[in-house]
């Protein structure tokens, strides 16, 4: 295409190209826009190679012109100007995410790039806000890598979902690269390797302050013993493999004793037991217990000056085991005096997404950290977000593209987008223009009008006006200093705060308002009938 | 948890793990094994750098040993054996992708890469192989880059769906990294920026012969008149825009000449005609018709020695239209004595998944050649594979992972897994058998039974054995030559050659079936009652 162009003398063309969605992801009624960096960053590096035109020149048929490749090592990007929406924004369908202006030719070769780049971190940004705003202020973790769509679809979503609200990454290379805090725990394999207390080389842990050393798992069985009746557990079966893995795992992270406790049962309860409020429960259990031997190394621990972290659940009822866990803890807090002990961490690992949190929230459970991998990084519930690159204007004229379905009819001509905000600091309505129009003023009343529907039309006087897509390229050099990953991070939770809650809701939210503005409307609307075919009834 | 295998002195532990999924995808009864050289490169490089352990360093409780550091950087996967299925055979659950031993530490720490580059890589595969096979005989086009999870994902969506079945990708780079056919065609952005024939720079063409230039235009002005009646049409309000940015593109590729057909209208057709067989067709239309745009530069480009190459529809009913399609090169075909017009290629890009093609075929169509996006790259009917990687021996005794869901526990143990053939080269059964068992015999009578389910079993007289964990890895070298992407491409079709048309079906599949040998399964069932806990009723 680009040699079409070419051949055409069409390299001189001034084309400019909106980037935008059609339609919110996740049966939702916002977006985060993201990538932004990662396309400057490709539009600074933009060219072509030695190589890349040897490999164009034997795959492209040989009929093309010699001249075409000198010019494509000519190519970049500084002719290019390139405006954006502030990375981590909201956004909303139609409103252009970016308006790209240049030669025809250059900004159509950019076209794939810059959706790469756009869709998946936009959209993963946006599935990670979902899941914060599900989570409250709960602890989330992402720890999709091992399921991501390659090794570097895993870093993109360790990066999206950190700005999209996560806590951290269990991706380690992500940390390195992003500087995104890292988290991890053991997975059930530490603990089946480990048979029995003989597997122990050393049972030894110094004081936190310094003290002698002493024989951690005596102190836990010791402690083990003396919790029994706390839980209602009169004998019990020895798991030593689990205990041993427990107090190895505690001998080298004393400060962050984080402990896997479902490997084999988080905690067994008679069949009669009704699942009923933790405050009435009483298990009659006397069978190998992940959160026994978890309690019984933390108040080990406890005795050398170390706090321990918490615990992950990673299968069965999590809603129901957090209680258990939770009551377990209060009650150790209560009869030892460890207040902190009640509030250790209990993290959910299982196959988690956005309706398990949401139903969770509803059941009530005590969980206070989520790590979440599939779901979130695959954006399973819709995998891809749908930009597209129009182009709506050509050398001064405006360009629109028709469709049978009025969603797909292109806003033509280069144009400008506001944010309107009420005096609450609420935002009201998306208003495109005309590049050619003056801004909305502060405090003046606006006319903002449903893009294809002739009576829906709304005076709004607003408070604070954005102007929402701002330069950020020109003249070959990124041209606003660039936000850091946790600025970002901040921005997108301000921008999510100026929603009116109802638009951020999970069930049935309400769509966000995009106008246009009163001039845009009779320019689009003139263009369409010009263009549009009319029909013949026979 | 490697520091804490470190710290409990595990580094010489030597353990066995599998590496396998529990679920084919997309409702299906196969999947596609794919990643092996991914995995086997990474194993080659497989270090951590000094960047790497001093950001470790830093990140790491300040209370984990420097011993440890310094055994980092020693580590690599020289003591490591990997055994794995040939990259591109068909696989089915439970069965082991990989089966890897060695330090446990060391293959502990290989595992989430692993799991990343098997799990999408297979995903990708088994995906590709499926619209391969409703696809039939027609062409198939990758087109998914701009929608891909991150520009690694949509390099491996491309890699991956050549290997599973398609014949390119439309990723230029992926073509120029894995010698990947591509193929791409013009985007309706091309259409819309010529807006009539004052835009054609120059309108000759020189004859392929070499003959003296013409004027294409010309030459297709005058076919487009000569063609009107054939298409019903007696006026035609010109769409100089479109005509003329197929005849620039013909000029530019006069031997690869295939033009989107749909910007405007393809073949309008009067209200009251039925959408019946095309052989009854007759529209009556005179407005501008991307069909015949197309049909008049082909003819005129014919009048040069050049034949077109065909259209591609991105909208509308893509069987109907491509029947309309067909019916025109056909009627074009026989008038004008040109045969191979009947046979111009007819593609498909809208928005197509599995399901779409399986229902084109059944409402008739004539298209031959889809090009893929979205649906194929993030495979969107189930973005994730649930690959796993679990322990199955420690210094010599098996493990077992029990689970309340019969479906997730491990079977324990090193194991060899074995694919019996009937006499007619169908795959019967998958056979898992402890790794200290004779291999089953060509011709001898092999008892399969169910894992699960005590009474299944079958007797099996195999004209063929398959051995299909093969050692790929050993002393730090890659053991076996590694297969050309074409030959795993060929693998994958010779592989599923080998199953039954039900097993490949898209509605309800029957499974194929995956059987343990006896000694297995004695061996699997006295370890479960002797690791399993018996439940007290009260």
Not at 164 to 178: M, P
Not at 246 to 259: E, K, N, T, W
Not at 307 to 312: L, S
Request: some cysteine.
């Amino acid at each position: 295409m680009a040699y079409a162009y070419w051949k055409s003398g069409k390299t001189k063309d001034f084309a400019v190209f909106d980037l935008f969605f059609r339609k919110n992801p996740f049966q939702g009624e916002f977006t985060i826009f993201a990538g932004l960096e990662e396309c400057l960053k490709f539009l600074k590096k933009f060219h072509y190679s030695a190589s890349d035109i040897e490999y164009l020149k034997e795959t492209l048929p040989s009929s093309l012109e010699d001249e075409f490749f000198e010019y494509l090592k000519t190519v970049s990007a500084k002719d290019v100007k390139l405006y954006a929406m502030a990375e981590g924004s909201v956004a909303f369908p139609r409103v252009p995410l970016m308006r790209i202006e240049g030669p025809l030719i250059i900004v159509q070769l950019l076209e794939t790039t810059l959706l790469t780049l756009v869709n998946y971190a936009s959209l993963m940004a946006t599935n990670a806000a979902r899941y914060r705003i599900a989570a409250g202020s709960m602890k989330l973790f992402e720890f999709g890598l091992r399921r991501a769509q390659g090794p570097d679809g895993g870093l993109s979503a360790s990066k999206y979902s950190y700005i999209g609200g996560f806590d951290g990454t269990s991706n380690v290379l992500a940390g390195k690269l992003f500087n995104i805090p890292v988290k991890g725990t053991h997975a059930h394999a530490y603990i089946t390797s480990f048979n029995d207390f003989s597997e122990l080389r050393n049972v030894y842990l110094e004081a936190k302050d310094g003290g002698p050393p002493r024989d951690l798992l005596e102190l836990a069985l010791t402690w083990r013993t003396n919790i029994l009746p706390l839980f209602n557990v009169f004998s019990l079966e020895t798991s030593e493999g689990e205990l041993a893995a427990l107090i190895s795992f505690a001998i080298a992270f004393p400060d962050g004793f984080m402990a896997l406790v479902d490997t084999y049962e988080v905690q067994r309860y008679s069949t009669s037991m009704n699942r009923i409020n933790s405050d009435t429960f009483k298990p009659r259990n006397k069978y190998r217990s992940g959160l026994i031997n978890f309690c019984a190394v933390a108040l080990a621990l406890n005795d050398l000056g170390y706090r321990a972290i918490g615990i992950r659940l990673d299968s069965g009822d999590l809603a129901y085991l957090s209680n258990v866990a939770r009551h377990y803890f209060t009650e150790i807090a209560v009869k030892y005096n460890l207040s902190w002990f009640e509030n250790l961490m209990i993290m959910a690992s299982n196959d988690i997404n956005e309706e398990t949190i949401l139903s969770l929230n509803e059941q009530g459970h005590k969980i206070n950290c989520f790590g979440i991998g599939t779901h979130l990084v695959t954006c399973q519930r819709q995998p891809a977000l749908g930009c597209v690159y129009k182009m709506v204007e050509l050398n001064g004229y405006p360009r629109i593209k028709l469709s049978q379905d009025v969603g797909k009819v292109t806003m033509p001509g280069c144009k400008d987008a506001y944010r309107l905000y009420s005096e609450s600091g609420h935002a009201l309505v998306d208003l495109l223009q005309r590049s050619v129009e003056p801004p909305p003023e502060v405090n003046e009343k606006v006319l903002c009008r449903h893009p294809f529907e002739e009576s829906k039309r709304a005076y709004v006087i607003p408070s604070r006006v954005e102007k929402l897509l701002n330069l950020q390229w020109e003249n070959g050099e990124i041209c606003q200093e660039l936000p850091t990953l946790q600025q970002i991070k901040e921005k997108v939770q301000m921008s999510l705060k100026t929603l009116r809650p109802d638009i951020k809701r999970n069930l049935n939210p309400t769509p966000f308002k995009v106008a246009v503005s009163d001039r845009l409307y009779t320019f689009l609307h003139d263009l369409w009938l010009k263009n549009a075919p009319i029909g013949e009834l026979s």
